[in-house]
């Protein structure tokens, strides 16, 4: 018992230090992955419910391949596929040799492709559950269509996709092990090497589901108070006159 | 009135409206002005396009033909589909900026408080100093008796309270005009005369206004001018007292004999 507590602990012997530093790249590469995905899930969104015909199917397409294909898979293709057709490019400008891309870059565009699919069928619902009076109210002002989309339509529209963006992003940090396959040292990478070299897999694997826990634990109670902060008012949640 | 006498200017004015919604056509050639200070009241039996007439005017419907004017904008239509210019675009924004609307189901911003509603457009449309809009905004609220609900969500609010937020919402904007939308038909019967009595005010201070009802004591009463309509055209105009007293076409007559009970 003593021995865990050093192996685990900030100590000359312990992991502690590299299991907080990959515990933070986890977190990092989920948010870069989140914001991409948002980002992609907005534009998407918009195409679909008001954008020009052509965007309109390529929004549809993407969604529908980015389902059809395992998620590993596209992970393999943005970092494998990725570095072969940047080696290529360099290749053509006298570069010699391979040129590495880095993990955490490829990976979050992957899992932010991968979540933007997503987010783009909960941004529309929510889209699509605004009271169409409430944008009518606005036209007739004279409103321009940017104040109506940030006064109006993005307020309205984020407080009813605050539960499914926070589900998203829970996706986002349990898919973001997956990137451990480029070599980047996140949790999951970390505590696989720990569990390896002091051939402890238990001890270290159930301090990854810690790891993991914690991180999706804490930002689902951020979720659940701007969630709470986002329905003040609302009728969903009459408290009182 | 006296044709001699220096007439009171346009405010609002439309001109050979026609609208049809795919075959049906709805409305078959209108012609209404509003003067400063007029009180138009739009009478007719459901589906005799007497809302849709009303919402042409800031294009919530675009009309297929015609000529709509607010104020010194004037937007003419050649027919339907029409593809608006930038410089139309920007002038039916304008034409928009200058009346308020009041809408049947209230329409306001559930996100917003009561006194975020008022402030909205004269903060973010007209871009006007925000310690002035919320002076403003305050001071409208209190017109329509809700100062102390100023903090309220609108859905905390009752239909008839929610209603005149949004009458103050749309005096906070300046409009030259006021449109109403059938106000009070979505409210339970005893929140209707809360409604009632702020419209009557705007009356008395000599606000342009024109109301699509089915209040007819009201109309009679309020209002400088009365119009009812049958099948999309004008069938009877004039004062109040001519159409809901003793108009000429005898299907208004029916009209607004069905609609008040027996006349006195």
Redesign the interface.
């Known amino acids: 018992m003593g021995e865990a507590f050093t192996l685990l602990g900030f100590g000359p012997e312990g992991w502690g230090h590299a299991l907080l530093t990959a515990g933070l790249t986890t977190l990092a590469v989920s948010a870069c992955a989140f914001a991409c995905g948002l980002v992609l899930g907005t534009l998407c969104a918009w195409a679909k419910i008001a954008g020009p015909p052509v965007l309109r199917r390529a929004a549809d397409i993407y969604g529908v391949v980015l389902r059809g294909i395992p998620d590993l898979l596209v992970i393999y293709l943005f970092y494998f596929g990725g570095r072969q057709i940047v080696t290529a490019i360099a290749n053509q400008f006298g570069h010699t040799g391979p040129v590495e891309i880095s993990g955490f870059v490829a990976g979050s565009l992957a899992i932010g492709l991968i979540s933007g699919a997503a987010q783009a069928e909960v941004l529309r619902g929510a889209f699509h559950a605004i ?1 169409p ?2 944008l ?9 269509r940017w ?1 109506m989309f940030r ?2 339509i993005a ?2 529209a984020l ?1 009813t996709a605050l539960p499914g963006l926070g589900n998203q992003w829970q996706s986002v940090i349990k898919e973001s092990a997956l990137v451990s396959v480029t070599g980047l040292v996140e949790t999951l990478r970390a505590v696989s090497v720990a569990a390896n070299s002091t051939e402890l897999p238990f001890l270290f694997f159930l301090a990854g589901g810690a790891i993991y826990l914690a991180i999706t634990t804490v930002s689902g109670l951020v979720f659940r108070i701007a969630e709470w902060r986002a329905m ?4 969903a949640m ?1 408290v009182g ?1 | 009135m006296n044709p001699t006498t220096v007439r009171t200017p346009t405010t609002v004015r439309l001109a050979n409206i026609h609208k049809s919604f795919g075959r049906q056509e709805v409305l078959r050639g209108i012609d209404l002005e509003a003067r400063d200070g007029d009180v138009i009241s739009i009478i007719g039996s459901s589906g005799s396009g007497k809302s849709t007439l009303l919402r042409c005017i ?1 294009f ?1 419907e675009i009309p297929d033909q015609g000529e709509v004017t607010v104020g010194d904008e004037t937007i003419v239509l050649t027919g339907a589909g029409h593809r608006f210019s930038r410089a139309e675009r920007q002038k ?6 200058q ?1 308020g ?1 009041v ?1 049947q ?7 917003m ?1 009561a006194l975020q509603n008022v402030m ?2 004269p903060l ?2 007209q871009g006007r100093p925000r310690a002035e809009c919320r002076e403003e905004a305050e001071a409208m609220l209190a017109k329509v008796g809700l100062a102390d609900k100023r903090d309220a ?4 609010l009752s239909g008839g309270q929610q209603q005149r937020v ?1 009458i103050a919402r749309a005096l906070a ?1 300046r409009p030259r005009a006021l449109l109403f939308d059938e106000p009070t038909s979505a409210l339970d019967p005893e929140l209707v005369g809360e409604v009632l009595r702020v419209i009557r005010a705007l009356a008395e201070e000599g606000r342009t206004m024109l109301i699509v009802t089915h209040e007819m004591a009201f109309a009679r009463e309020v209002s400088s001018h009365a119009i009812y309509l049958h099948e999309g055209r004008i069938e009877e105009a004039g004062p109040p007292q001519q159409v809901f007293l003793d108009p000429v076409s005898e299907r208004c007559r029916r009209f607004v004999r069905g609609q008040a009970g027996p006349v006195d």
């Not at chain 1, 009518?136 to 321009?144: H, K, L, N, P, S």
């Not at chain 1, 003040?232 to 009728?235: A, E, L, S, V």
């Not at chain 2, 189901?105 to 996100?111: E, T």
């Open positions: 009271p009076g409430t009518e109210a606005a036209r007739v002002t004279g409103m321009r104040t006064r109006i307020p309205q407080r003040r008012g609302q009728p009459r006159g | 800031p919530l039916i924004r304008r034409l928009r900026g009346i609307f809408f189901s209230f329409n306001l911003w559930p996100h408080t909205e457009v973010h449309v969500w609108p859905a905390h949004a904007s």
